[in-house]
Nanobody, 121 residues
């Protein structure tokens, strides 16, 4: 069983930055692609970014491309999301999970509690 714990969210002004962290436990995820998703109030959960097991391949939603960077530390079983130039429309609860890299879709149903990101205008 995999447990995922997201952290690093908070309240930030538009144009600011945040770095989200995802700590995995239960088993190593060094062979798994990982991704970040977000869910805003009243909206469906949407894909944000994904990274291959060794970090050499990344995917981003068009809405965050050029502003967000996903990375991982296999030794620490951690995944990160550096978010720059934040916009009010980035406000959401952010989740990390295991993904199928080719389709950037969640697999396994591994979800943590998420971390709230609020961007004020």
């Amino acid at each position: 069983q995999v447990q995922l714990v997201e952290s690093g969210g908070g309240l930030v002004q538009a144009g600011g930055s945040l770095r989200l962290s995802c700590a995995a436990s239960g088993r190593t995820l060094s062979n798994s692609a990982m991704g970040w998703f977000r869910q805003a109030p009243g909206k469906e959960r949407e894909f944000v970014a994904a990274i291959s097991p060794r970090g050499g391949i990344t995917y981003y939603a068009d809405s965050v491309k050029g502003r967000f960077t996903i990375s991982r530390d296999g030794a620490k079983n951690m995944v990160y999301l550096q978010m720059n130039s934040l916009k009010p429309e980035d406000t959401a609860v952010y989740y990390c999970t295991v993904v199928l890299l080719a389709t950037q879709t969640p697999v396994g149903g591994y979800w943590g509690q998420g971390t709230q990101v609020t961007v004020s205008s």
